[in-house]
């Protein structure tokens, strides 16, 4: 039995050694293989923000997205929905951290404290029939300043008051 299990030891060692050998020299000695990293977390150069309404449903109105181009950063607009023929501002806030709070047995809420950014976002406009497709380039600006950023969509109300009517979150688009 010893001399059994000496034995598979010895085999099962000189299999190992081979495998190791043929996969480091063996192969196709021809054959250059390269290594290209093709992503780093500080070349991040496309954006995209899920946009939703601000009401008890949230309901999907569309994407806003930051591509970045020789020219400058693109933004492109497509949301649906909005109020005919009004002008919308967009803000950017940094999202210092979020908070879970338990308001009920069964209700919990985020907070999120979050601080204006200085950066300044150019003003849409909603066709006749609360379409926006646009599309804008911005200069001083690149996706790593906007990743991580929350956007929040606001109009002015008859009354001559700002308010909020949608947000999203600017992640990295990944493609793959």
Do not use: W
Not at 33 to 58: C, G, K, P, S, W
Request: charged share 25%.
């Amino acid at each position: 039995m010893k001399r059994n299990f000496k034995r598979i030891c010895i085999l099962s060692s000189a299999l190992a050694l081979a495998t190791v050998i043929g996969g480091c020299g063996g192969g196709d000695r021809g054959r250059n293989v390269e290594y290209v990293q093709t992503h780093q977390q500080d070349e991040i150069t496309r954006l995209r923000a899920v946009m939703f309404q601000n009401n008890a449903d949230e309901d999907r109105i569309g994407t806003i997205k930051f591509g970045e181009k020789d020219s400058g950063l693109q933004m492109s607009v497509d949301l649906s929905g909005a109020m005919p023929d009004m002008e919308y501002k967009i803000y950017a806030y940094d999202i210092k951290g979020c908070d879970i709070k338990q308001i009920g047995i069964d209700q919990t809420i985020i907070i999120c404290v979050k601080a204006k950014k200085d950066i300044s976002l150019p003003i849409i406009r909603s066709d006749g029939k609360g379409n926006i497709n646009s599309t804008y380039m911005i200069t001083g600006l690149t996706a790593a300043d906007l990743n991580n950023t929350k956007l929040v969509l606001a109009r002015t109300n008859a009354k001559g008051d700002e308010i909020e009517v949608g947000f999203g979150a600017l992640r990295e688009r990944v493609l793959f």
